[in-house]
């Protein structure tokens, strides 16, 4: 989704797990043991992001929603887009790089504290316990809040749209097939086939950034 926003697939090459080993630098045994590296990777990480304004495909999501099309978009993103193009209801499966709290006391840490000079790891004030955003790390597991909302959309859904994405990452990737398994339909956008595209309705090879718009205008 967030490409044609200028934040590369991180799995794609030229993506950031072709420079970096996820497992030591976006893992929480990695943040545990190493705090200072993981910290120096979120500052890259966090320079991109906040540099990326959203796309047409994400405007286009957020249109469809207000005309009252699309009730609802369940994302792996942690870049905060969807909210940014005025998306409403936007279930992050992977958390997002806007909040930040402390590992040992809990307590909230600013985000506009946190800063390309700050020293590192950032630590919490109050316990000096290490500084961590608030999204999925490898190894944790999904918010439960999140699980439970989003397989409950699904359930009232009678078509998904499975946008930019590959499929290979549960238990995102188990969605469109549950509505489909109750009679729903699957629409799928995306530049390549993908783990989906076998048994999609619908399959509309292309970037979600053109995509979406002319289906938004088909709509109006």
């Not at 286009?60 to 929603?65: C, K, N, P, S, T």
């Not at 316990?127 to 999925?136: A, N, T, Y």
């Not at 944790?140 to 409950?152: M, V």
Request: aromatic content about 8%; glycine content about 10%; proline content about 7%.
């Amino acid at each position: 989704m967030s490409v044609a926003s200028g934040i590369p697939d991180f799995r794609s090459p030229g993506g950031m797990w072709s420079r970096h080993d996820p497992d030591k630098v976006a893992s929480i045994r990695a943040l545990k043991s190493d705090p200072e590296l993981v910290w120096k990777f979120l500052l890259e990480a966090d320079s991109m992001l906040k540099s990326a304004e959203p796309n047409a495909g994400h405007a286009g999501l957020a249109r469809l929603e207000k005309d009252g099309y699309l009730h609802g978009v369940i994302t792996q993103n942690i870049d905060g887009l969807h909210q940014r193009a005025g998306s409403m209801n936007v279930i992050e499966f992977h958390g997002n790089c806007s909040e930040f709290y402390c590992m040992e006391c809990f307590s909230p840490f600013p985000a506009d504290g946190i800063s390309a000079d700050s020293e590192l790891p950032v630590r919490c004030p109050q316990c000096s316990g290490v500084i961590r955003p608030d999204l999925v790390f490898f190894g944790e597991q999904i918010p439960s809040e999140a699980y439970k909302e989003a397989f409950a959309l699904a359930d009232q859904s009678d078509l998904v749209i499975v946008a930019g994405t590959s499929g290979g990452v549960v238990p995102a990737s188990l969605i469109p097939s549950r509505i489909q398994e109750a009679g729903g339909l699957i629409v799928e956008i995306n530049k390549a086939p993908s783990a989906y595209t076998a048994f999609s309705d619908v399959f509309i090879q292309g970037g979600v950034e053109k995509v979406l718009p002319a289906i938004v205008q088909s709509l109006s």
